[in-house]
Nanobody
Framework: QVQLVESGGGLVQAGGSLRLSCAASGRTVRNYAAVWFRQAPGKERQVVAA??????VTYYADSVKGRFTVSRDIVVVYLQMNSLKPEDTTVYCC??????????????????WGQGTQVTVSS
């Protein structure tokens, strides 16, 4: 199973933007669909966005539609986050999988995700 590493988080003011990156350690992510998810302390995991292996199909949670864009090239999966809100503050992680359908199942057990990257949005 491929192991992914997230980067690109930081501190930004409300309304600002960040671009997160997700790359494979030692292997390529190009053979996998991928999901970005977030989990705040004491809250359930929330899928934010997902992208198919070829990049032609995407999925977004309602809370981020129109603000976030998931994309990919051969080696990196990106999450462009615009119009950030304080409620977007948490750790963001990415994980590989066989399909968007699988990755967006509520009880799907992710594997191969990294330490995550912290996003903090100040008001």
């Amino acid at each position: 199973q491929v192991q992914l590493v997230e980067s690109g988080g930081g501190l930004v003011q409300a309304g600002g933007s960040l671009r997160l990156s997700c790359a494979a350690s030692g292997r390529t992510v190009r053979n996998y669909a991928a999901v970005w998810f977030r989990q705040a302390p004491g809250k359930e995991r929330q899928v934010v966005a997902a992208i198919s292996r070829t990049g032609d199909v995407t999925y977004y949670a309602d809370s981020v539609k129109g603000r976030f864009t998931v994309s990919r090239d051969i080696v990196v999966v990106y999450l462009q986050m615009n119009s950030l809100k304080p409620e977007d503050t948490t750790v963001y992680c990415c994980a590989p999988g066989v399909s968007i359908a699988a990755l967006t199942l509520p009880q799907y057990e992710y594997s191969g995700w990294g330490q995550g990257t912290q996003v903090t949005v100040s008001s």
